[in-house]
């Protein structure tokens, strides 16, 4: 009987999720994830981000831990992920 709890407890915790916002709109990501740039602009653009030789996409997050706030950058050091985080992405073209 013990296992059995113990092993529902293990696929909970794999399975819990914490709500960020992204532009406004609330989205579900695992809660031990650690957020990439790349990561974010998908779920900020639904997987189809805009593109073009003068595309530049800037991502800005606030509310982490610590309650600290900063910019993640294309190939930069992720971002551990907390429950109400906030991130803003901005996609500019200076064609």
Known sequence: MRKDTMNTTNTTSQTQTVTIIVNGREKQVPKNEELTYERV??????NNPPSGPGVVITVKYSRAEGNKHGTLVPGGEPVKVKEGMIFDV??????
């Open 90 to 95: 901005t996609a500019t073209d200076k064609s």
């Open 41 to 46: 602009v998908n779920l900020a653009y639904d």
